[in-house]
Nanobody, 130 residues
Framework: MVQLMESGGGSVQPGGSLNLSCVVT????????FAWFRQVPGKVREGVAA???????SYADSVNGRFTISQDNAKKTFYLQMNNLQPEDTGVYYC????????????????????????WGQGTQVTVSS
């Protein structure tokens, strides 16, 4: 059974940084695609960053250049490094995973959303305020 456990949320001032982590258990780590989503009350869950098992990445326009998704295969952990955080980045952040065979070719070049991923972390709160 695939399980995801995330950590690293918190409160920062605008311009600050946070690094979220998501440990994946119960799977062949290198055969999965990963993503980070965020959600604020009253809005749909928004994808912010995703990575393909072979390396390509995709970012929402709102975070491109500020957020970086990466992974450590030895630790079976993937990350979201968030720099220059702004108040509009506030929300609950979720990590997600899905086996790479369930995606079309070059999926990262197409719109992707929460329906593409079956496995989820519990969510961690990120608050950006002065």
């Amino acid at each position: 059974m695939v399980q995801l456990m995330e950590s690293g949320g918190g409160s920062v001032q605008p311009g600050g940084s946070l690094n979220l982590s998501c440990v994946v258990t119960g799977s062949t780590f290198t055969m999965y695609n990963f993503a980070w989503f965020r959600q604020v009350p009253g809005k749909v869950r928004e994808g912010v960053a995703a990575s393909d098992s072979d390396g390509p990445t995709s970012y929402a326009d709102s975070v491109n250049g500020r957020f970086t998704i990466s992974q450590d295969n030895a630790k079976k952990t993937f990350y979201l490094q968030m720099n220059n955080l702004q108040p509009e980045d506030t929300g609950v952040y979720y990590c997600a995973a899905e086996h790479d065979t369930n995606f079309i070719a070059q999926w990262w070049l197409q719109p992707w959303n929460e329906e593409d991923f079956d496995y989820w972390g519990q969510g961690t709160q990120v608050t950006v305020s002065s």
